[in-house]
């Protein structure tokens, strides 16, 4: 842990020493850029080129009172850098030009010269403007070099010891700023270390179970507020675990019990046959239909124990083959009408279509529509009655299992398809491993459908089956 705090405290000295060196980078870029300005032939040169340049040319201007030249030089350097130029006589009025620009004037007040000379440019131009005079007494010009480059003119005297003492200033002051930045990054470091270091053992609490929630504040306030979140989520999947292993426990016993049930009156009625023999009679064949319907019970019980187990282990064999639904729907409701225990009942059987192909595995639909049918007839009464519809479109097949039965609670049908919840014991007694849903409901979503119940309490219960279809 202190490693990792070790660690978090470099990567923190990283990003600010990044971002001083960041800064200082841009900073000398920017000075650059300011600084510096590119000539119109080509080539980058210091700002105060056009300054240094026009103090240089007045080697090239010869005055000769009203017939100032050029040098055959001076015109080469103008050509060369596309500068233009105007030589004016001591009452500003112009006496040649080369390459003026169209902005310029013939003559110039000493206002104006003196205003050109400030600014630096002509009045509304973009071009530079340098005022120099050459010569000396009589023999005096003045001159304008039109620079084609856009510069604003900053004109600065420098004492230079002044200036070597403003570098040791401006020296000193970033190495104050500098350390500065480290102290602030140590300081912030160690501050973000120790956060680091609580939450980890915020987090160890956790998975300890002893955590104690925390009002976060500042930055990390949102990360305790999460922690705080996650315990009081995991303590509410503990509990539910533990309401789970209850239920299972509960479930275990029950079912134990259910299986010693039926082996009672097999045993007792057994002993009677073996005692009595020839002499039974009727009560023979009554004792031995009562021995078989407790047989019957015990082995569904059994299976459904059995396909549970294939179905957690995905053992379960698949047998996928075309095969029309509507026809295996209605022989399957055919097959449990034909049972003695359910011949009374009444099934309404509706399907508009006569033949739907679907992909499904018989034995595992047959088990899982058989469970929803006989699920509404364990739980219902005497006069409840089961509706079975299926259709197709829209892209989806759909199987209908309704009734008229006693419906369930909003609870209930959230409840419906987990394992081992067992219905609610009625006339027909309460029977069952509560897993028929549940197994109905992994055969669906193995043949990639979906599965819902919805039920209104005293008006029935429907479980709706999705399948895709073309």
């Known amino acids: 842990m202190r490693k990792s705090g070790y660690r978090t405290m470099l990567h923190i000295y990283l990003i600010f020493l990044t971002a001083l060196l960041v800064t200082a980078a841009a900073a000398i870029g920017l000075s650059y850029s300011l600084i510096t300005l590119e000539k119109p032939g080509g080539g980058t040169v210091r700002s ?43 009452q500003g009025k112009e006496i040649t030009s080369y390459r003026k620009p169209a902005k310029a004037k013939e003559a110039y007040t000493q206002a104006e010269l003196l205003q050109i000379d400030r600014a630096g440019s002509l009045k509304q131009s973009d071009t530079a403007v340098y005022v120099g005079t050459a010569g000396k007494g009589e023999k005096t010009c003045m001159y304008l070099l039109h620079f084609p480059i856009k510069v604003e003119k900053i004109t600065m005297y420098v004492n230079k010891d002044r200036f070597t003492g403003g570098k040791a200033m401006v020296l000193a002051s970033a190495g104050i700023l500098f350390a500065a930045v480290l102290l602030a990054g140590l300081l912030y470091g160690l501050k973000t270390a120790g956060n680091m270091r609580h939450l980890a053992e915020c ?34 999947s503990d509990r539910l675990r533990e309401e789970t292993a209850d239920m299972q426990r509960a479930w275990i016993a029950g079912i134990t019990h259910d299986l010693k049930t039926p082996l009672s009156p097999i045993r007792g009625y057994a002993e009677i046959l073996a005692d009595e023999g020839e002499k039974a009679g009727k009560d023979c064949r ?45 022989e399957l409701v055919i097959c449990l009408l034909n049972d003695p225990k359910y011949q009374d009942w009444t099934i309404h059987f ?41 259709s197709a479109g829209d892209g989806s097949l759909e199987i209908a299992v309704s009734d008229n039965g006693r419906g369930m609670t909003e609870g209930e049908a959230a409840r419906a398809f987990d394992r081992y919840v067992r219905g609610r014991i009625t006339e027909q007694g309460q029977e069952g491993t509560g897993l028929g849903l549940a197994i109905a409901k992994e055969v669906v979503e193995l043949h990639g ?22």
């Not at 104690?212 to 949102?222: A, K, S, V």
């Open 350 to 390: 509706v399907c508009t279509e006569e033949e739907l192909p679907v992909f499904f595995d018989r034995k595992l639909m047959e088990r899982a529509v058989l469970n929803l049918m006989v699920n509404a007839f364990v739980h219902g009464d005497s006069e409840t009655e089961l509706t079975l519809k299926v």
């Open 286 to 330: 009554r004792y031995a239909k009562v021995m078989l319907q407790n047989v019957d019970r015990m082995e569904s019980l059994m299976d459904d124990l059995k396909v549970i187990y294939q179905l957690e282990s995905g053992i379960l064999p698949m047998d996928f083959r075309e095969q029309n639904l509507v026809r295996f729907l209605r």
């Open 203 to 236: 987090i160890r609490d956790i998975s300890q179970r002893r955590y104690l929630p925390i009002q976060g504040r500042g930055t990390y306030r949102e990360l305790y507020d999460s922690l705080n979140a996650m315990y009081g989520e995991l303590q509410e």
């Open 48 to 90: 105060d080129w056009p300054a240094a340049f026009g103090e240089a040319f007045k080697e090239q201007v010869v005055p000769e009172g009203e017939i100032s030249r050029v040098k055959s030089s001076g015109l080469e350097l103008l050509q060369k850098n596309q500068i233009g130029l105007q030589i004016l006589d001591s």
């Open 449 to 470: 459908g979906t599965i819902e119940a919805s039920a209104i309490p005293g008006t029935g219960t429907t479980f709706l089956i999705r399948f895709p279809f073309p």
